[in-house]
């Protein structure tokens, strides 16, 4: 993979009924959520998802893998790739998978939390968030 310095990153939670969205970069390795889209078992509105990440100049995008806890894959992991090589043809973007074992329960944990601070407006997005930053901590 090239050097993503100074690099924008989008990164998403999977769900069917919900997506999370956040952004980041890769100096501040810092992460804000920008969205959680409605979906229909696990399908979003595609022109909503392009219209949401226009204003961002990202460069990469990552979506969450949920793996079960030992490690391998589920029907839930089948279709966030799903999505994922979808995200890739509908947006053009290049898609990294990031395992998520545990976001979404450490996204209710900290979501009041990170609410005041306005670093996301849903759970969906917080795990979006958390997503990226293991991502991010993962690359350095």
Known sequence: MPTLAGHYLISFDFGLRHIGVAVGQTVTTSARGIGTLAARNGKPDWHVLKRLISGYPATLAIVGLPLNMDGTTSPMSQRASAFAKALTARCHLTVELHDERLTSKAARDEFE??????????????AACLILKSWLEEQA
């Open 113 to 126: 939390e990170a609410k005041s601070l306005g670093i996301a407006a849903t759970e969906h997005e917080l």
